[in-house]
């Protein structure tokens, strides 16, 4: 059965190694994969997430947060009571808030799993990715090999990273433009 799903999952996304200008280093097909993963996860966001309840929901906390804050701040007493009898009431909503992110991640994580575990056994897990200079050094690559130093051992080669921090780099980067493009009230 698992051979079956990796076969499936290959000639899904084997063609897109095949297609790389560069297969033996494979920047385009992480960043197609990283853009179909970010696709994914931001369409599922917006048909299963409520968006203006969740930023309804923000800003009436962010108000009683501020209006907690200064209550304290200033020592009113009569208004800390008053914050706190509505503390239930918050705490409901952000349970409800938490709720409704949970749903996406629900419907998403098999076939984002399923995905690495293709990404994994197939020949990009065995690449390390070889950037341009400027996305190199603008990617803060060099942070990340220092502190990979410590944890990995070894001298890391200048110019390169696994294929993994490339797919987490560019997931970030699609996932906010994704967002911006569907209309998304948060992000950016």
Not at 60 to 80: C, L, P, S, V
Not at 118 to 134: K, T
Request: charged share 15%; proline share 5%.
């Amino acid at each position: 059965m698992i051979d079956i799903i990796f076969q499936i999952l290959n000639s899904i996304f084997g063609g897109l190694i095949d297609i790389d200008p560069h297969p033996q280093n494979p920047i385009l097909t992480v960043f197609i994969v990283a853009f179909i993963v970010s696709l994914i996860t931001t369409v599922a966001n917006k048909l299963l997430v409520d968006q203006d309840e969740m930023n309804e929901i923000q800003t009436n906390m962010r108000a009683f947060q501020n209006e907690f804050r200064e209550a304290q701040r200033t020592g009113d007493g009569k208004k800390m009571a008053k914050l706190q009898a509505q503390q239930a009431d918050m705490m409901r909503d952000q349970s409800k808030m938490m709720s409704n992110s949970f749903k996406p991640m629900i419907v998403t994580m098999v076939p984002i799993l399923l995905i690495f575990w293709w990404m994994r056994g197939s020949i990009i897990s065995n690449i390390v990715v070889s950037l341009p200079p400027s996305v190199y050094w603008i990617s803060l690559t060099p942070i990340w090999h220092f502190f990979g130093q410590f944890i990995y051992g070894g001298t890391p080669a200048v110019g390169v990273m696994g294929w993994l921090l490339w797919y987490m780099i560019c997931t970030f980067s699609m996932s906010q433009i994704l967002r911006k493009f569907l209309g998304f009230k948060q992000g950016f």
